[in-house]
């Protein structure tokens, strides 16, 4: 618009400036009807005035196909409703103000509801007036298009007016304009004839300018605003575009998408409504008349403004679609293909699809700036600087520093950094998706894809020791912020390079067993191991898969199936004279070689690692040592070695911080010493536990701990004690059908807890039953302790209520079967019966 007031007077009303936008587009009226989604009747009755007050939902979408925006789109809608008049001043309207000129000031309009936004425009009001020798000069607000700037810019020139007695105004840049254009609209707006007079107009008073779009004239903007801030010293510039102004002292001021809900959000309306990003998706399907989101679109609701990526554009865009799509088709039909939302170019009418608006911005891109993007893009999630530079460097397409690349795509909003910890950047999938379709035209794909799967392998490499010690919840958190790459690396290089994925898989194991994940992880590991591909993989890596894959196994009963892999792995890390590689191989053989009934084995396998680490000086797996070998010694019934092996794992986890492995050696100790008829000082070294598992998080084995508590009470004959222990232990088992006021009262049958019931609880029912003197109540809940404990790796346990139901036992062929069942379950776990066992079996 140019700087003369009457030339862009447009005569006549709404029906006149409606045809006139339209030719200016240079659409038809067909065209114009179906780029707005209206019928072609009613842009022909518009125009020919048959129609004076359109609906408003009409008129919207008639703004948003001519491409109108700001102050121009609200003259737009005003004058439709016949708030305006003719000759209302459209600064949109392209009855062109010389091709090459700003269009004139727009007197700082509303800019709408601005959903999301009141903590940026707080801060940035604060810094413009509660500050302002701090903002005096060029602030910028930055960001990809349709991020909201142009919106955030006006709400803040508007909070901000009353501070700038000299005035607010603003003006739109176009391609094309030179220095002395920019500087002539500037002096029209505020009211001077030449830019030779601005100096003097800015000369005492504070002023506010407002420029929009700088990246369409970059250089002319550049050396406009140079030139103000040597003349007018008073004059405070916000301005908006894709990138900085590049002035010296300029406040870049990056514009982020609004919030959107975490992944794990509940499919709960009213959980989810007070996102940012939620908010505008439903004011904006109310505008069009959309009910609510009904229950059953709440979660296509959460996953679509997640993959929009709260970009406001964006929401718009799918917003439009909801005339005819619900929430669930929507996301249906673009979820995977958010470049295509928008409403394809007609014409010489301006793009609005997403791809058009990320390809914008890409353009602006210097060479090395665009392939970095190319590279990131395959990056889910949150990334660091760290795993940046992996993807970076080394490339010799890139030059300089990757902390400078990573400025400049946030500087263009193409990037995103929220919070302070590591794992505070991101790709929007907008332009992830934009991004990986440039890698692939430019044949780049594949060999991206391959260096994504070498950086997370070598990631999971490093944290993989940390998976077994007392850095061990830390590990699993730092691979879990990562899941999602993890996941993708492992798929694509299964296929295209399986000697990474197996090296990535091989270090993943313990983090699968961790989150419960035994049977996929064995899945994958068992896959890869087993292609041709991998045949001649590095010995080392090979034989950790090998390894995992036996760990996985173990977890879901199938150990025995993968001793072979075991076995082969210790062979191949003593080959390589792999100290750490040889213990886990032993450690897991000796659970397998137990699970079979291989007793011996198993303690063959951990004497030989107790040695190796004794010798290489492995404190820590001295420690798990001497712990798993404790439970052969109680097996054999010599409490006293078992004793001693529990002191020695207590003393070396101190000795290695393992504070945890040095609580459960503690809670082992205090099972001997229940075994041995210590009772007391089960008790109390037993409760001293309880409190540190608590500490640690370690619900299950406090769990196991409190039995051991509640059985040496009961033995030792303290009922009440014990009653209230056993209480407890079953008011944290959820699903009961019968209250534990009914199992304290002694009404509930045992047979109606044999399954449910842990052997625990059915052992101290048991022997409260005997310290009252009641053998029949106690034979048949020793008899459920038997059924509980069966499916037990410990057949320690079911040796103990065997000895009590024979004990106990009044009937002549119960006590023969039970005898008999006692005799093989020694004999397969070469079980050797404590005195005080053999004893109480004597005296009956």
């Given at each position: 618009?140019?700087?003369?007031?009457?030339?862009?007077?447009?005569?006549?009303?709404?029906?006149?400036?409606?045809?006139?936008?339209?030719?200016?587009?240079?659409l038809?009226?067909?065209?114009?009807?179906?780029?707005?989604?209206?019928?072609i009747?009613?842009?022909?009755?518009?125009?020919?005035?048959?129609?004076?007050?359109?609906?408003?939902?009409?008129?919207?979408?008639?703004?948003?196909?001519?491409?109108?925006?700001?102050?121009?789109r609200?003259?737009f809608?005003?004058?439709?409703?016949?708030q305006?008049?003719?000759?209302?001043e459209?600064?949109?309207?392209?009855?062109?103000?010389?091709?090459?000129?700003?269009?004139?000031?727009?007197g700082?309009?509303?800019?709408?509801?601005?959903?999301?936004?009141?903590?940026?425009v707080?801060d940035?009001?604060?810094?413009?007036?509660?500050h302002?020798?701090?903002?005096?000069?060029v602030?910028?607000?930055?960001?990809?298009?349709?991020?909201?700037?142009?919106?955030?810019a006006?709400?803040?020139?508007?909070?901000?007016?009353?501070?700038?007695?000299?005035?607010?105004?603003?003006?739109?840049?176009i391609?094309?304009?030179?220095?002395?254009?920019?500087?002539?609209?500037?002096?029209?707006?505020?009211?001077?004839?030449?830019?030779?007079?601005?100096?003097?107009?800015?000369?005492?008073?504070?002023?506010?300018?407002?420029?929009?779009?700088?990246?369409?004239?970059?250089?002319?903007?550049?050396?406009?605003?140079?030139r103000?801030?040597?003349?007018?010293?008073?004059?405070?510039?916000?301005?908006t575009g894709?990138?900085?102004v590049?002035?010296?002292?300029?406040?870049?001021?990056?514009?982020?998408?609004?919030?959107?809900?975490?992944?794990?959000?509940?499919?709960?309306?009213?959980?989810?409504a007070?996102?940012?990003?939620?908010?505008?998706?439903?004011?904006?399907?109310?505008?069009?008349?959309?009910?609510?989101?009904?229950?059953?679109?709440v979660g296509a609701?959460?996953?679509?403004?997640?993959r929009?990526?709260?970009?406001?554009?964006?929401?718009?865009?799918?917003?439009?679609?909801?005339?005819?799509?619900?929430?669930?088709?929507?996301?249906?039909?673009?979820?995977?293909?958010?470049?295509?939302?928008?409403?394809?170019p007609?014409?010489?009418a301006?793009?609005?699809?997403?791809?058009?608006a990320?390809?914008?911005?890409?353009?602006?891109?210097?060479?090395d700036?665009?392939a970095a993007?190319?590279?990131l893009?395959v990056?889910?999630?949150?990334?660091?600087?760290?795993?940046?530079e992996?993807?970076?460097?080394?490339?010799?397409?890139?030059?300089?520093?990757?902390?400078?690349?990573?400025?400049?795509?946030?500087?263009?909003?193409?990037i995103?950094?929220?919070?302070?910890?590591?794992?505070?950047f991101?790709?929007?999938?907008?332009v992830?998706?934009?991004?990986?379709?440039?890698?692939?035209?430019?044949?780049?794909?594949?060999a991206i894809?391959?260096?994504h799967?070498?950086?997370?392998?070598?990631?999971?490499?490093?944290?993989?020791?940390?998976?077994?010690?007392a850095?061990?919840?830390?590990?699993v958190?730092?691979?879990?912020?990562?899941?999602?790459?993890?996941?993708?690396a492992?798929?694509?290089?299964?296929?295209?390079?399986?000697?990474?994925?197996?090296?990535?898989?091989?270090?993943?194991?313990r983090?699968?067993?961790?989150?419960?994940?035994?049977?996929?992880?064995?899945?994958?590991?068992?896959?890869?191991?087993?292609?041709?591909r991998?045949?001649?993989?590095?010995?080392?890596v090979?034989?950790?898969?090998?390894?995992?894959?036996?760990?996985?196994a173990q977890?879901?009963?199938?150990?025995?199936?993968?001793?072979?892999?075991?076995?082969?792995?210790v062979?191949?890390?003593?080959?390589?004279?792999?100290?750490?590689?040889?213990?886990?191989?032993?450690?897991?053989i000796?659970?397998?070689?137990?699970?079979?009934?291989?007793?011996?084995?198993?303690?063959?396998?951990?004497?030989?690692?107790?040695?190796?680490?004794?010798?290489?000086?492995?404190?820590?797996?001295?420690?798990?040592?001497?712990?798993?070998?404790?439970?052969?010694?109680?097996?054999?019934?010599?409490?006293?070695?078992?004793?001693?092996?529990?002191?020695?794992?207590?003393?070396?986890?101190?000795e290695?911080?393992?504070?945890?492995?040095?609580?459960?050696?503690?809670?082992?100790?205090?099972?001997?010493a229940?075994?041995?008829?210590?009772y007391?000082?089960?008790v109390?070294?037993?409760?001293?536990?309880?409190v540190?598992?608590?500490d640690?998080?370690?619900?299950?084995h406090?769990?196991?701990?409190?039995?051991?508590?509640?059985?040496?009470?009961?033995?030792?004959?303290?009922?009440?004690e014990?009653?209230?222990?056993?209480?407890?232990?079953?008011?944290?088992?959820?699903?009961?059908?019968?209250?534990?006021?009914?199992?304290?009262?002694?009404?509930?049958?045992?047979?109606?807890?044999?399954v449910?019931?842990d052997?625990?609880?059915?052992?101290?029912?048991?022997t409260l039953?005997?310290?009252?003197?009641?053998?029949?109540?106690?034979?048949?809940?020793y008899?459920?302790?038997?059924?509980?404990?069966?499916?037990?790796?410990?057949?320690?346990?079911?040796?103990?209520?065997?000895?009590?139901?024979?004990?106990?036992?009044?009937?002549p062929?119960?006590?023969?079967a039970?005898?008999?069942?006692?005799?093989?379950?020694?004999?397969?776990?070469?079980?050797?019966?404590?005195?005080?066992?053999?004893?109480?079996?004597?005296?009956?």
């Open positions: 618009m140019t700087p003369d007031h009457g030339a862009d007077r447009i005569p006549g009303g709404f029906s006149d400036v409606l045809r006139r936008c339209r030719l200016a587009a240079g038809t009226q067909a065209e114009l009807a179906e780029r707005a989604a209206v019928g009747r009613t842009v022909r009755d518009l125009e020919r005035g048959r129609a004076s007050r359109p609906q408003r939902t009409t008129v919207e979408l008639l703004a948003a196909a001519l491409g109108l925006a700001g102050r121009d609200a003259d809608v005003a004058l439709a409703r016949g305006g008049a003719p000759g209302v459209l600064g949109a309207v392209p009855v062109p103000p010389g091709p090459h000129l700003p269009r004139r000031g727009f700082l309009p509303e800019p709408g509801e601005l959903i999301g936004r009141d903590r940026e707080a940035l009001a604060a810094m413009l007036t509660e302002p020798r701090m903002a005096r000069g602030v910028s607000l930055v960001g990809l298009a349709g991020v909201g700037k142009t919106g955030l006006l709400k803040v020139a508007r909070e901000v007016a009353g501070a700038y007695p000299g005035g607010t105004s603003g003006i739109v840049m391609d094309g304009s030179t220095e002395a254009d920019v500087l002539s609209v500037v002096a029209t707006v505020f009211g001077v004839g030449r830019a030779s007079e601005l100096a003097e107009r800015f000369s005492d008073t504070p002023s506010l300018l407002l420029v929009d779009a700088v990246e369409r004239a970059p250089g002319a903007a550049a050396e406009a605003l140079n103000l801030a040597e003349i007018a010293p008073m004059l405070q510039v916000l301005t894709r990138h900085p590049g002035l010296p002292g300029e406040q870049v001021r990056p514009v982020t998408p609004l919030e959107v809900p975490p992944a794990d959000a509940p499919a709960d309306l009213a959980l989810v007070d996102y940012p990003a939620v908010a505008l998706l439903l004011a904006r399907l109310r505008q069009i008349g959309r009910e609510p989101p009904q229950p059953d679109e609701l959460v996953e679509l403004v997640r929009l990526g709260g970009l406001p554009l964006a929401i718009e865009l799918a917003a439009a679609h909801g005339r005819v799509l619900n929430l669930n088709e929507m996301l249906d039909r673009y979820g995977n293909r958010l470049l295509d939302l928008g409403i394809p007609v014409g010489r301006a793009v609005a699809t997403l791809r058009d990320v390809a914008a911005s890409y353009r602006l891109l210097e060479a700036e665009r993007l190319r590279r893009s990056l889910r999630n949150r990334w660091s600087v760290e795993l940046a992996a993807m970076l460097v080394p490339d010799p397409a890139l030059t300089g520093d990757p902390v400078r690349l990573l400025d400049r795509l946030l500087e263009h909003g193409l995103g950094a929220r919070g302070t910890g590591p794992l505070r991101r790709v929007l999938d907008v992830r998706d934009f991004a990986a379709e440039r890698a692939a035209a430019h044949g780049e794909l594949a894809r391959r260096r799967a070498s950086v997370f392998a070598r990631l999971a490499a490093r944290v993989a020791p940390d998976l077994a010690g850095r061990i919840v830390e590990a958190g730092r691979l879990d912020e990562v899941a999602g790459d993890i996941w993708t492992l798929a694509y290089a299964a296929n295209d390079d399986p000697h990474t994925a197996l090296w990535l898989a091989g270090n993943l194991a983090w699968w067993r961790y989150r419960g994940r035994d049977v996929a992880g064995r899945q994958w590991l068992r896959r890869l191991l087993d292609d041709p991998t045949g001649d993989a590095d010995p080392a090979r034989a950790w898969a090998q390894v995992g894959v036996a760990q996985l977890e879901h009963g199938a150990g025995p199936q993968e001793l072979p892999a075991a076995e082969a792995a062979s191949t890390f003593q080959r390589l004279s792999d100290a750490s590689g040889e213990l886990a191989a032993r450690n897991v000796c659970g397998i070689w137990t699970a079979l009934g291989g007793h011996d084995e198993a303690r063959r396998h951990g004497e030989a690692a107790l040695e190796l680490a004794t010798r290489t000086g492995r404190v820590r797996d001295m420690a798990v040592a001497q712990n798993n070998l404790t439970w052969h010694e109680i097996r054999v019934g010599d409490l006293g070695a078992a004793r001693r092996r529990l002191a020695a794992v207590d003393r070396l986890a101190g290695c911080g393992e504070e945890r492995l040095r609580v459960l050696a503690r809670a082992n100790l205090a099972e001997v229940r075994l041995e008829g210590r007391a000082d089960a109390r070294q037993g409760r001293r536990v309880m540190a598992l608590a640690l998080g370690d619900p299950g406090r769990r196991r701990v409190l039995g051991t508590v509640g059985l040496a009470l009961a033995q030792e004959g303290r009922i009440d014990a009653t209230a222990v056993l209480a407890e232990l079953r008011s944290g088992k959820a699903g009961d059908d019968v209250g534990g006021a009914e199992l304290e009262s002694g009404r509930a049958r045992p047979d109606e807890f044999a449910r019931d052997g625990m609880c059915a052992l101290i029912e048991a039953a005997m310290q009252r003197g009641d053998r029949e109540w106690a034979a048949e809940w008899a459920a302790a038997v059924q509980a404990c069966a499916g037990s790796r410990d057949l320690r346990d079911v040796a103990e209520a065997l000895v009590g139901l024979v004990a106990s036992t009044d009937e062929a119960h006590r023969a039970a005898l008999k069942r006692l005799d093989q379950v020694c004999r397969e776990g070469a079980i050797v019966l404590l005195p005080q066992e053999r004893a109480l079996l004597g005296s009956v």
